[in-house]
């Protein structure tokens, strides 16, 4: 199961920046071709994160993410639009299966020399049958610019994030209503306790990274390394909605109905011995814009013809409590260039 540390304490957006992957492909097909190109990118990554494709605010929240496998289909149009698909496989023993997809598209500017930027929409579609290891969000917004015109680039990136989850627990529970004399009356029946989250997080990332270029004697072969430090900045607002009602039998139903003063004993029995049920509680938690967490990205890429592997490590310094303050988040992804 996905469980979120930070975003519980107050939560938040990924550690794959958009503007990574991205901005080297545009750079491969530039060295090797004299005008920019329409192509297909296809690829598998093994990670342990299964949030936003883009957002480096949501993965870094979770404390036990699982390990995925997430094959993908990109088209990127040479004017800088694409669109891509991407499903994410938990390899979980036997609750291994598909856990959610994703679409996402884009739009990527990468011409000028000093500038680039981008901005991404990504929508989140849950397999219902393993909704609990998924991401509970639906929608993320996300944009980017970094300035290439410095010996280190400085980056900023804002992500917006929205999306809902419902948990049901059933169980089974007696009420005892003592009757002197007559002996005491035991009533089964079934207690369902829903718990509805709505989350709604905005998060700005300030990044400064420097790309090392290293080509090699092959033709057509060269490698690229981008470490950078990372600094998330998040405001989190989540609303929570708790109903705990209770269901019975029809024929203790009807036998309710039929006694009107046993019933009314039954009501103040079963507040007494069941406080809060048949209830509806809830609360809205809006969280402060704060520095929540600072990070090491470290990126290698190396590049074969049309191939490439790309591993990259996230490390995650959290700030604001003095528990599960490290954590490390990886990807090791390969995919080939179709043009």
Do not use: C, W
């Given at each position: 199961m996905i469980q979120f540390g930070h975003a519980q304490k107050n939560a938040d957006s990924s550690w794959v920046n958009a503007d990574?992957?991205?901005?080297?492909?545009?750079?491969?097909?530039?060295?090797?071709?004299?005008?920019?190109?329409?192509?297909?990118?296809?690829?598998?990554?093994?990670?342990n994160t299964q949030l936003s494709v883009n957002n480096v605010a949501?993965?870094?929240?979770?404390?036990?993410?699982?390990?995925?496998?997430?094959?993908?289909?990109?088209?990127?149009?040479?004017?800088?639009?694409?669109i891509s698909y991407n499903n994410f496989l938990l390899i979980n023993g036997n609750n291994s299966g598909i856990v959610q997809h994703s679409i996402n598209s884009g739009y990527t500017y990468s011409k000028n020399k000093k500038f680039d930027f981008g901005i991404f929409y990504t929508h989140f579609i849950n397999n219902p049958s393993l909704s609990q290891y998924a991401s509970p969000y639906k929608h993320d917004?996300?944009?980017?610019?970094?300035?290439?015109?410095?010996?280190?680039?400085?980056?900023?990136?804002?992500?917006?994030?929205?999306?809902?989850?419902?948990?049901?627990?059933?169980?089974?529970?007696?009420?005892?209503?003592?009757?002197?004399?007559?002996?005491?009356?035991?009533?089964?029946?079934?207690?369902?306790?829903?718990?509805?989250?709505?989350?709604?997080?905005?998060?700005?990332?300030?990044?400064?990274r420097k790309r090392f270029l290293i080509e090699s004697n092959k033709a057509r072969k060269y490698f690229v390394f981008t470490p950078s430090i990372m600094m998330l900045f998040i405001k989190n607002d989540y609303e929570v909605e708790y109903i705990s009602y209770s269901e019975f039998s029809p024929r203790t139903q009807i036998f309710l109905q039929n006694q009107p003063r046993f019933a009314e004993i039954f009501r103040r029995e079963l507040s007494r011995q069941f406080?809060?049920?048949?209830?509806?509680?809830?609360?809205?938690?809006?969280?402060?814009?704060?520095?929540?967490?600072?990070?090491?990205?470290?990126?290698?890429?190396?590049?074969?013809?049309?191939?490439?592997?790309?591993?990259?490590?996230?490390?995650d310094y959290y700030l604001l409590s003095s528990e599960n303050k490290f954590n490390a988040f990886f990807s090791l992804q390969t995919g080939i260039l179709i043009n």
């Open positions: 990574s992957i991205e901005k080297e492909l545009d750079d491969f097909l530039a060295i090797y071709s004299n005008k920019n190109k329409s192509y297909l990118h296809a690829s598998v990554s093994l990670n949501l993965n870094a929240q979770q404390l036990n993410p699982g390990l995925t496998l997430s094959p993908s289909i990109e088209y990127f149009h040479k004017l800088g639009l694409s917004f996300y944009a980017y610019a970094t300035y290439n015109h410095l010996f280190i680039q400085p980056s900023m990136a804002i992500g917006y994030s929205t999306g809902n989850y419902r948990e049901i627990i059933k169980r089974n529970e007696q009420l005892v209503i003592a009757r002197p004399f007559r002996g005491d009356t035991t009533i089964n029946f079934e207690i369902t306790d829903s718990l509805s989250i709505r989350l709604q997080d905005f998060s700005n990332i300030l990044s400064f406080p809060g049920l048949n209830e509806t509680r809830g609360f809205l938690n809006s969280g402060n814009y704060t520095l929540q967490s600072l990070g090491i990205n470290l990126d290698f890429s190396a590049y074969y013809g049309k191939f490439y592997v790309n591993p990259r490590i996230y490390f």
